[in-house]
């Protein structure tokens, strides 16, 4: 795999990842079931068979 396919597939998979996760923090808060207040948030990310385990953590001021 050529570096250009590496950063092509890298960027294809944090694309379906951003939009899917705001498509879903967009349904919670639709959904009403969010609250009030900010919203917060936590995103693990691992790769499987290896040590990885990435957290990120953050709010989201809800309207």
């Known amino acids: 795999m050529s570096d250009e396919d590496f950063n092509l597939s890298m960027r294809k998979f944090l694309k379906q990842v951003g939009v899917t996760?705001?498509?879903q923090i967009e349904a919670l808060v639709r959904s009403g079931a969010a609250g009030t207040g900010p919203?917060?948030?936590k995103a693990v990310l691992t790769a499987e068979?290896?040590?990885l385990e990435h957290v990120v953590?953050?709010?989201i001021e809800l309207p």
């Open 21 to 23: 996760s705001q498509q």
């Open 39 to 41: 919203l917060k948030l």
């Open 49 to 51: 068979g290896t040590d």
């Open 57 to 59: 953590t953050g709010e």
